[in-house]
């Protein structure tokens, strides 16, 4: 994969799903078996929460050290993955699922997702995390998702940034108070989008 596309977004959503379904068919029904003290073979499971905390748990975290290199003019795909080596691949017991490869290490990392390891291309990351919501992800959102709450949060998100730019333009809005409306980064809003879609979900009654 070049760059920060549909491929990381996908695959932290799916991260995230499977972290859910894991979240109610192992660890809560297996806590009101403990609760009511109903006899059961424990059933074990791989937790992949150290997956999502690896690419989303801010500040350190890829999206995290990926949004530090995007804030100034001066950051590049190879000072971000040169971060994200050493503070990750250093620390492998802590960040086990991250994984600093042996061949292409100036340009790649690896992640080790609940289904595999995926290796990413670090080349475009920076600069593509500065642009609006690529239109690969828009349209992965808004079409051809099946989650119609996710849907319906990128509809509103394009709405938003419409009137965030027509507030922006609006005269005296400028730089005064602060300096005018500060843009956020790919990752940022894809990762809040996500966020409020799995807490309307958890909310969720679930049979």
């Known amino acids: 994969m070049r760059g920060l596309g549909a491929q990381l977004c996908i695959n932290f959503t799916n991260e995230s799903l499977h972290n859910l379904f894991i979240e109610h068919v192992f660890k809560l029904e297996q806590e009101v078996y403990v609760r009511e003290e109903v006899e059961w073979n424990f059933v074990s499971y791989e937790d992949n929460q150290h997956v999502i905390d690896l690419i989303a748990k801010r500040p350190v975290c890829v999206l995290g050290l990926l949004d530090e290199g995007s804030a100034t003019g001066s950051g590049t795909d190879k000072g971000v993955l040169e971060n994200c ?87 005296g809005r400028g730089r005064s108070g602060g300096g005018g409306l500060k843009k956020k980064t790919v990752s940022k809003t894809f990762s809040e989008s996500l966020n409020t879609l799995m807490e309307k979900l958890r909310a969720t009654e679930h049979h």
């Open 85 to 171: 080596h050493s503070t990750f691949a250093q620390n492998a017991t802590k960040y086990k699922a991250y994984i600093k490869p042996k061949k292409s290490s100036d340009r790649t990392f690896v992640i080790n997702h609940y289904a595999g390891e995926v290796i990413y291309t670090i080349e475009g990351f920076v600069e593509k995390n500065k642009d609006e919501l690529s239109a690969d992800i828009t349209a992965l959102l808004e079409v051809h998702t099946g989650f119609e709450s996710l849907k319906k949060l990128a509809i509103q998100d394009t709405e938003a940034k419409k009137d965030a730019a027509a507030a922006k333009a609006k005269p």
